[in-house]
């Protein structure tokens, strides 16, 4: 049987990498895949650094006023939310006491639904763990040591 070392690469971005040394064939490079929470917090987070206001039942809020609000639904729905869609159409794309949907209003004037600013930025950050790579082996079940 073929052993491997397993050694956790951690990039810049934040995102690890199982990096597999194997006795034959040389490296094997395992993406590891981000839970529906990590999701969830890397979109309260994108929000939470925007350049631009966020506009909620008619007033605008500052970036960091507008996660905080989030969380806070984020929190108050518990196991309800299972997935980060489920987060985007049911907490942070429109009002619960209005039904207004939620905006973003950038500094040049553009005003954008946030649902849409959400479903781009949540396809950003699964491409982006998804394991985009060139000419690199990538191993579906490989067995490796912790080292």
Known sequence: MKQ??????????GSDL?????????PLIVPTVLSEEQKITQLI???????????????????????????????????KIKTA??????????????????????????????RDVLYYELKKVESKHAGNFRNVRVASNPVCLAG
């Open 4 to 13: 491997m070392l397993m050694i956790l690469i951690t990039l810049t971005g």
């Open 85 to 114: 869609k489920d987060f985007i159409d049911c907490i942070a794309s429109k009002s619960s006491m209005s039904g207004e949907p939620y905006q973003i209003k950038y500094a040049n004037g553009l005003k954008l639904n946030v």
């Open 18 to 26: 199982g990096y597999c040394v194997n006795t034959i064939g040389g």
């Open 45 to 79: 987070n994108y929000i939470e650094k925007l350049d631009a206001k966020f506009i909620r039942n008619g007033s605008e809020y500052t970036p960091v006023d507008a996660a905080k609000h989030l969380r806070m639904k984020r929190e108050k729905a518990g196991k």
